[in-house]
């Protein structure tokens, strides 16, 4: 193992496992993506604390645990479609493509979509797709999806995500306000859904129609 793997393997057994995400997919997906290729050059030693990070353009790659805790309580499947809000640096959606079999990215940043979309290229992820535009709004051209994930924090559930999110959809959203929310996680069976609230968060903002103002 390089030194970046045995810090990525205490970062999933005593950040992430430690704290309580036990889905196995999960753990193993955490395992093989090589996060410190996610952040720049310079913020590379820093990819398996447990902290936030910062990736450029004033935004974050969210704390490794809530990474985890978020995509567990996703419930992603092998057969799944999947939109990712927020993409940053890239490494939720990696994690995604690792879990699913398609994965729609959206980031309102063009140049972090631009290096994001390098990234997951070059490291091999052919299945992860990265758009550029306000993913308060989905993705509309891939709509529906099994399991939507947003990274970061919206003042209320944006509707159109509930409505891209197929039957037995699962959304999950942190929600509340500016510098404090709650993690959501939102079922659709048919045109129902339910919602339940996991633990507190801070997230950057989500910025757009159905957002934050910029
Ligand atoms: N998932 C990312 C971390 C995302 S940080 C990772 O793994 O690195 C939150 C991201 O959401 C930021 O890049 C920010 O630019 C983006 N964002 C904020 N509002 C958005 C919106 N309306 N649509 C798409 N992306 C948005």
Excluded: C
């Amino acid at each position: 193992m390089d030194t970046y793997q045995i810090e990525r393997k205490r970062m999933v057994e005593q950040q992430i496992a430690r704290k309580g995400v036990h889905d196995e997919r999960v753990l193993a997906a955490m395992m093989s993506v090589p996060r410190h290729l996610f952040l720049p050059v310079e913020a590379r030693d820093y990819a398996y604390v447990d902290s936030p990070v910062q990736i450029g353009s004033g935004q974050t790659i969210s704390q490794p645990y809530v990474v985890g805790l978020m995509t567990e309580l996703l419930d992603v499947r092998d057969e799944h479609h999947v939109l990712d809000v927020g993409t940053g640096s890239g490494y939720q959606a990696a994690l995604l493509g690792e879990l699913a079999a398609e994965v729609h990215s959206i980031e309102r940043h063009a140049e972090l979509a631009e290096s994001a979309r390098e990234r997951l290229t070059r490291l091999g992820y052919e299945n992860v797709y990265v758009h550029v535009g306000d993913g308060t709004q989905g993705y509309p051209p891939h709509a529906p999806y099994d399991r939507i994930i947003v990274a970061a924090a919206a003042p209320s559930v944006p509707d159109p995500l509930l409505h891209q999110l197929a039957e037995d959809g699962r959304l999950v959203i942190p929600v509340g306000k500016r510098f404090s929310q709650l993690l959501e996680v939102w079922d659709r069976t048919g045109d129902d859904f339910h919602k339940s609230t996991s633990i507190p968060v801070v997230f950057v903002p989500l910025i757009g129609q159905e957002g934050w103002e910029g």
